[in-house]
């Protein structure tokens, strides 16, 4: 597999986010393929996907750079503190290649839910990232439930019901 270098990737990510826009639904996963694991350095301390076996996880990987992103860190906050207690784990990826940038970001917009760094690329091609904000829902089983391009405000309702569903699915 091909790693980018930093520039490049954020290169790539800001064109292809350009050239596919906000509704792009063409993906490198399948929903129901099992979503591909990450050990990542987060604020917290190292942010790993299997270490939230049974929990409905929302994966978001954002950029400071991205106005979009910045418009769902709100509603992420919202969710996340209304399902806590249901079990949803969101996990922010942020791929900025200076995570001083992030961390910028972070202090002006703070965030109710755990953030990762990833500025190598690697993890954003494993899934198939090719825009900012892309979301992967995550079921109690670990296969990709529901996948999203872009963050509007039109689309909080629709990304709720699909958290709400991954939370009253059979456990």
Not at 64 to 76: E, L, N, R, V
Not at 89 to 107: C, P, Y
Request: hydrophobic content about 40%.
């Amino acid at each position: 597999m091909m790693i980018f270098k930093k520039k490049k990737l954020k290169a790539l990510l800001v064109a292809s986010f350009l050239f596919l826009g906000c509704n792009a639904t063409s993906y490198a996963l399948e929903v129901g393929s099992k979503a591909p694991n990450f050990s990542l350095p987060g604020t917290q301390g190292t942010v790993e996907l299997s270490s939230t076996a049974g929990s409905v996880v929302y994966v978001d990987f954002w950029a400071s750079w991205c106005g979009p992103c910045k418009q769902s860190f709100a509603w992420m906050n919202t969710m996340q503190d209304k399902y806590r207690t249901q079990g949803l784990k969101i996990i922010g990826v942020n791929l900025d290649s200076k995570t001083e940038d992030a961390k910028k970001f972070l202090a002006q917009t703070p965030a109710h839910f755990t953030v990762a760094f990833e500025s190598k690329g690697v993890t954003p091609m494993n899934y198939g990232v090719k825009g900012m904000p892309t979301s992967f829902l995550v079921g109690r089983d670990g296969k990709i439930i529901f996948q999203h391009l872009g963050f509007k405000e039109a689309d909080r309702e629709l990304l709720e019901k699909q958290i709400k569903a991954a939370l009253e699915a059979k456990k």
